[in-house]
């Protein structure tokens, strides 16, 4: 999918996060100085402090007054004393976003509560070398893999050879066609909760009184998640007779600029749902560069509750992705495949409404925004 180029604090926190992953640093470990972290990732010590910070927000490691910081253990028992009732291997593909490192946390901590053992590599691609670690890691004693996350676009060729040539099952984080026995999700229940989510979105607007309700995303067509939402969106808009206004971007910051030149047309009365946080604070960043207020002028959601949604400005409403379900059904999936059953989830993951203050809320509906919300969840709002 398309992505802006992460900040330099934000590559500092995900080459971290491969460190740790890789095994290079495990529960309980001290990490280094942040001078001699500074020193080993070529940047400078500031930059080193504001990806830590990100990675205590994220909760995977923790400071400790006049001892240092280290990797974080889940419980008080000693990680080395602990025994798994089995190993499970992650094939993680590098350059993780904000959503993969989140997902890699929840499936950490899901695993630490069954005394799941968790073997991860992180690999480039899923080519030559991603079958090579995954050799190793059932070698190691994996009775399952698991590929968390397949950014757009992986190629599908890569996968299915992959699995062919492997001797143990492997959870896929999607459906493939003829492995899709192999998605942690039953393919009949996949994608609901993003219609869901995307209907509850659009809803919460119409409650507050917009006339103009846009989607905002990347422009591509190999993302089966932005399909099912922009058809969904172009849905709702038809259900309420007004226009589909979807605005669709590359990696390059002139083209968001212009779809907030577009925005800025009427200002004061139009709402974005945005296709993830990052899509949402770069069109907040835009919006800025013009003048236009978040969100007085230009309202805007974004999706998935990653951490810088929280300190952004003004704070990000979104729209919380369902981690904890995921993690516990690839878990589960695996778990099944390695004993030669199948446990794919049935649907189920819960979208929860983040209000915050980008979404004009409090705003528009004061004492009246606990009402609307009431009935979105309650479903008795059209």
Known sequence: ?????????????????????????????????????????????????????????????????????????????????????????????????NFAMQLLHHLHEEAERREVGLSIRTVSDLGVSA????????????????????????????????????????????????????????????????????????RYFVALGFGHIAMFGPDTMQNEVLSQRVLTFTRMASQHDRPSLVHLVGQRADGVDAVAGRLASTAGDVAVICYDDDHALRLMTAAHKLGLRIPQDVAVLGFNNIPLSRSSDPPLSTIQFDYDYVASAMLNHA????????????????????????????????????????????????
């Open 1 to 97: 999918m398309a992505k802006h180029k992460p900040y330099i604090y934000e590559q500092v926190r995900g080459m971290l996060v491969e460190m740790i992953a890789s095994g290079g640093f495990k529960p309980g470990d001290r990490l280094p100085s942040e001078r001699e972290l500074a020193k080993r990732l070529g940047c400078n010590y500031h930059t080193v402090r504001r990806g830590l910070a990100l990675l205590e927000q994220d909760r995977q490691i923790e400071r400790r007054v006049g001892a240092g910081t280290f990797v974080r253990r889940l419980d008080d028992r000693d990680y080395s004393q602990r025994v798994a009732s089995s190993v499970l291997g992650m094939i993680c593909l590098s350059r993780m976003d």
């Open 131 to 202: 079958v090579a670690k995954a050799d190793q890691m059932i070698k190691d004693g994996c009775s399952a893999l698991i590929i968390p996350w397949m950014p757009y676009p992986t190629s599908v060729t890569e996968v299915v050879d992959l699995i062919r040539r492997l001797e143990r099952p492997v959870v896929l984080s999607r459906p493939i066609g003829g492995l899709e026995h192999l998605c942690y999700e039953d393919p009949a229940f996949f994608g609901q909760s993003d219609a869901s989510a995307v209907e509850m979105a659009y």
């Open 335 to 382: 778990q099944a495949l390695a004993s030669d059953g199948s446990r794919q989830a049935r649907g189920g993951a819960a979208s929860t409404l983040v209000v915050r203050e980008s979404c004009g809320g409090r705003v528009r509906a004061g004492d009246g925004l606990e009402a609307i919300l009431k009935d979105i969840r309650t479903g008795a709002m059209p």
